[in-house]
């Protein structure tokens, strides 16, 4: 195993596992400097995030995806308010492609900074986040 899928593996598991034993005062986890992930989104949860800063977020979680609590339209009009700007990228739970990976990558790199990623668990967001960083796209 290389050390670069030995490093995706380990933060992967770690990520599952802190959204599953977070309290409820975490809202966000960072995986990098610019960039955090989080999970189950509603609206207060959101509006608290964007409070912390955020400039731009990416909504990785399919608008039809089981128990959504809340679609991009409504992360949108919360996130007008702020200034922040949001882009949809939905991508299936482990279906994800190099065509999503480098999809990401381009976003990341023109987006304001920090950044704000979302999906149900923060797993497909950070496998795409730790994918495109390790197959050198991502410039920081």
């Keep these: 195993m290389t050390k670069s899928l030995a490093r995706l593996l380990l933060s992967l598991s770690i990520l599952g596992s802190s959204f599953v034993n977070a309290d409820s005062k975490t809202l966000s986890i960072p995986l990098d400097l610019n960039i955090s992930v989080s999970g189950q989104m509603n609206a ?12 731009s977020v990416i909504v990785n979680r399919p608008d039809n995806d089981l128990n959504n609590q809340i679609k991009i339209d409504q992360l949108r009009d ?8 949001v882009i949809y990228q939905p991508v299936s739970s ?5 065509t999503d990976v480098v999809e ?10 920090p950044v704000l990623l979302i ?14 960083k390790s197959q050198g796209l991502l410039h920081e």
């Design 104 to 113: 990401f990558a381009k976003y990341y790199n023109n987006l304001p900074k």
């Design 78 to 85: 919360i996130a007008e308010k702020s200034h922040v700007s």
């Design 44 to 55: 207060e949860k959101f509006s608290q995030l964007l409070q912390q800063g955020f400039k």
């Design 119 to 132: 999906c149900k668990t923060g797993t497909r967001s950070s496998s795409l986040f730790n994918q495109a």
């Design 94 to 98: 482990g279906k994800i492609t190099q």
